[in-house]
């Protein structure tokens, strides 16, 4: 009774239970909410940090020795325009010929074992050319432009289309923040890191190009470690998926190829 008046408060209405969708899409906001608790992102995370680390370490270490190979700026500007124009063919050529058969035949796995074990047979070739022989400049240059034209042509169609599939067993809206994650925090923490090694490495510690050859070896170890450790956890967050879409109404046919 409020002044005279009697006020009736209507009974709550007892909620409906929550469909499958409604339950799928409780479970995607919490997966969104831990990110980084989430063992499979970390490790895709890890990919990354990895890739533009080792991609600033060769960047590096080719405009250093081509500073030593061609003495004047026309020189250098006549090889840089024909070279990126190679990488930048070999980018469309891996992308629209190598990149969907590759991981169709041979996986997630082993795709993204490509770019990494390439650039560590150019890596060790430049290493040891320069420890037995430091003044053989003109193949150390050829050696570190090996690596710059694998780390564009390859890495930006093999590794790039490979990485993208690595968010399809997410679920929609986590999918979504991985990539907000990845590109947006983590590709500058990598930058910055790369940076600061590089500074350290030849301003403070005055290492040579060859020596941070030695650096991007470690770090192509660690590249290849992630991408195995991917190759065991990919499968299982793919099933994952799989189980918890067909559980929630919408049916794959396990019997049709295609699925």
């Known amino acids: 009774f409020f002044i005279g008046r009697q006020y009736t408060v209507p009974a709550a209405p007892e909620k409906a239970p929550l469909s499958a969708n409604e339950e799928e899409a409780g479970e995607e906001q919490t997966t969104t909410t831990s990110l980084l608790q989430n063992r499979y992102i970390l490790l895709i995370c890890g990919l990354t940090a990895f890739w533009w680390i080792g991609f600033y370490i060769i960047d590096n270490i080719f405009y250093a020795q081509a500073a030593l190979q061609f003495t004047t700026e026309s020189q250098l500007a006549a090889f840089i325009g024909p070279f990126f124009a190679t990488a930048g063919l070999v980018t469309l050529i891996s992308s629209t010929l190598l990149a969907g058969p590759l991981i169709s035949r041979f996986g997630i796995k082993i795709t993204l074992m490509i770019v990494p074990i390439t650039l560590i047979l150019g890596t060790l070739a430049l290493?040891?050319?320069?420890?037995?022989?430091?003044?053989?400049?003109?193949?150390?240059?050829?050696?570190?432009?090996?690596?710059?034209?694998?780390?564009?042509?390859?890495?930006?169609?093999?590794?790039?289309?490979?990485?993208?599939?690595?968010?399809?067993?997410?679920?929609?809206?986590?999918?979504?923040?991985?990539?907000?994650?990845?590109?947006?925090?983590?590709?500058?923490?990598?930058?910055?890191l790369a940076g600061l090694l590089l500074l350290i490495s030849t301003t403070i510690m005055a290492l040579t190009r060859v020596h941070l050859g030695s650096i991007l070896l470690a770090v192509l170890a660690g590249w290849i470690a992630v991408v195995v450790l991917l190759g065991r956890t990919y499968p299982a967050a793919l099933m994952q998926a799989l189980a918890k879409r067909k559980l929630s109404g919408h049916s794959i046919d396990l019997n049709d190829s295609a699925s």
């Open 127 to 192: 290493v040891s050319v320069g420890a037995v022989a430091g003044g053989a400049i003109t193949l150390i240059f050829w050696l570190a432009a090996f690596n710059k034209l694998s780390n564009i042509g390859l890495g930006y169609s093999l590794d790039k289309s490979a990485q993208i599939i690595l968010y399809q067993p997410l679920p929609a809206s986590g999918r979504t923040q991985a990539l907000t994650l990845v590109e947006g925090i983590v590709f500058p923490v990598a930058a910055g």
